[in-house]
C-alpha cells in the first residue's frame, strides 16, 4: 500500500502527528507501519476493500480481532500493546475531528505485559505512557491535564516525588524556562522545563483556575483546591503506567531513572517529548 493508497483519515492523522504534535519522523512512520497492519486486517476481517473508519463493524470486536490476528503472528505483548496504542490515538483523532460517533478502542483491553524493574524500562514504555497521558488530556479536565504535566516534570525536567509535590505555581519561571526545586536537605536546584512541559502547564492552568483555594499557591492541586498529596502524584503516575503499557509496579522512580538515562549525555530535542532526541555532544545518536 503506497503513500497515495492510504485512507484520507489516515493521511491527515499522519500529518497531524507530524505538523501538530510535533513528533519525529521516525515516530510518524511508526505510526504509518502501524495502521496499515491495521488497514490489512480488517480489509481481510471484513471480507470487502470498500469499509470505511464509521462503518458499524469497525467496532469492538473487530479491534480485539486484531489484537488476535497479531498474537498469532507471534508479537510480543509489549509490540501488540504498542500497536494497540497507535490505533488508541488513530481512533481519538477520528473522533475528535467528527469521522466518527464513538471510540471503538475505549472499551478495548491491552495484553498484559511482563512485568520488570524499572532499570529495565524501554523508551517503548514511555512512548505508550505518554501518548495516553497526552490522548487522555485532549479531554481537557483537571485529573488529566494534571496527570500529563506530572509526566513532563518527572520524565522531562527529571524531577523527584518530593520535588514534585513541593512545587509551587511560582517556582516555574516560564520566560527563562526552568523550575525552582528543593530538593533533599532542603537544598534549592535550578531545573530546565521542557517546551512540552510548558505547553501542559497552559492547558492544566486553566482547570486548575476553577478549583484553586483562596491562597493556595501549590501547582498541583486537588478538585477542592488543595495541594495534591504525594500519594494521590505517585498513584496518577502508576495508573498511568498500568493503562497504557500494562504494567504492573512502575513507579515515578522509573519515570525519573529513565529520563537521567535519556539526558546524559544526551539532550531531549526542541519537541521535549518521549519521541525525538539530539546526538551527544561525541556525535553518538541515542535514543
Excluded at 7 to 31: C, D, G, I, P, W
Excluded at 97 to 119: M, N, Q, S
Excluded at 265 to 274: F, Q
Aim: net charge positive; glycine share 8%; hydrophobic share 35%.
Amino acid at each position: 500500500m503506497s503513500e497515495e493508497t492510504l485512507r484520507r483519515e489516515v493521511r491527515e492523522f499522519l500529518m497531524h502527528l507530524a505538523m501538530e504534535r510535533q513528533l519525529s519522523t521516525n515516530t510518524v512512520k511508526a505510526y504509518e507501519r502501524d495502521l496499515r497492519q491495521l488497514d490489512l486486517f480488517l480489509t481481510e476481517y471484513l471480507g470487502r476493500r470498500d469499509w470505511a473508519w464509521s462503518d458499524s463493524d469497525v467496532d469492538r470486536l473487530a479491534l480485539r480481532g486484531f489484537l488476535g490476528w497479531l498474537d498469532r503472528m507471534g508479537l510480543s505483548k509489549r509490540t501488540i500493546a504498542r500497536k494497540l496504542s497507535a490505533a488508541r490515538s488513530f481512533f481519538s483523532f477520528l473522533h475528535i475531528e467528527g469521522h466518527i460517533d464513538t471510540d471503538p478502542t475505549r472499551a478495548v483491553r491491552a495484553p498484559k505485559v511482563e512485568k520488570r524493574l524499572p532499570g529495565h524500562l524501554s523508551l517503548s514504555d514511555v512512548r505508550l505512557v505518554f501518548e495516553e497521558a497526552e490522548r487522555n488530556a485532549e479531554r481537557n479536565t483537571l485529573r488529566d491535564t494534571r496527570e500529563l504535566l506530572i509526566l513532563e516534570l518527572l520524565y522531562g525536567s527529571g524531577l523527584r516525588l518530593g520535588e514534585l509535590h513541593g512545587l509551587n505555581l511560582t517556582s516555574v519561571d516560564r520566560s527563562s524556562r526552568f523550575v525552582r526545586v528543593i530538593g533533599k536537605g532542603r537544598k534549592e536546584r535550578i531545573v530546565p522545563v521542557t517546551e512540552s512541559a510548558l505547553r501542559a502547564l497552559d492547558q492544566y492552568e486553566l482547570r486548575r483556575r476553577e478549583v484553586r483555594a483562596h491562597g493556595e499557591d501549590a501547582l498541583l492541586v486537588n478538585a477542592q483546591g488543595g495541594r495534591l498529596s504525594r500519594r494521590s502524584i505517585q498513584a496518577a503516575v502508576t495508573t498511568c503506567f498500568e493503562v497504557a503499557a500494562g504494567s504492573h509496579g512502575l513507579s515515578s522512580h522509573a519515570l525519573r531513572a529513565l529520563s537521567g538515562y535519556i539526558t546524559c549525555p544526551c539532550r531531549i530535542s526542541s519537541r521535549s517529548g518521549p519521541n525525538t532526541f539530539h546526538e551527544s555532544d561525541d556525535g553518538s545518536s541515542r535514543g
